[in-house]
């Protein structure tokens, strides 16, 4: 199994900002799709934005999108999240997640996936939004 190390969480004002970091081992960033999802206590894990390994392609779910950004730097084998203007009601668990889509590129950046696809995942990151 693939190693994904997630950092970068933390306690914030509503309306701060935060960026989050997933750090890959060189096989598990190879996969052609990498995703970050969020799970707050007693609700389902929710997709939140992926990025493609062709062409960078990205994809941001409709709750998040035009606050939250996803990106990667492959010099470190590492994909970023940051996300702006938090409110409380994104407080959650954030997780990082690796897989293989097929077609990579239409599924990836089209949103066209669930949790099931991905087969290895980090350990996750509190981040909690709270005046």
């Known amino acids: 199994q693939g190693q994904l190390v997630e950092s970068g969480g933390g306690t914030v004002q509503p309306g701060e900002s935060l960026r989050l970091s997933c750090a890959a081992d060189?096989?598990?960033?190879?996969?052609?799709?990498m995703a970050w999802f969020r799970q707050a206590p007693g609700k389902e894990r929710e997709g939140v934005a992926s990025?493609?390994?062709?062409?960078?392609?990205?994809y941001v779910a409709d709750s998040v999108k035009g606050r939250f950004t996803i990106s990667q730097d492959n010099a470190k084998n590492t994909i970023y999240l940051q996300m702006n203007s938090l409110k409380p009601g994104d407080t959650a668990m954030y997780y990082c997640?690796?897989?293989?889509?097929?077609?990579?590129?239409?599924?990836?950046?089209?949103?066209?996936?669930?949790?099931?696809?991905?087969?290895?995942w980090g350990q996750g990151t509190q981040v909690t939004v709270s005046s």
């Open positions: 060189v096989n598990t960033y190879a996969s052609n799709c």
């Open positions: 990025i493609s390994s062709i062409g960078a392609t990205t």
């Open positions: 997640a690796a897989g293989n889509l097929a077609p990579a590129r239409t599924r990836c950046s089209g949103g066209d996936w669930d949790s099931g696809d991905f087969g290895d």
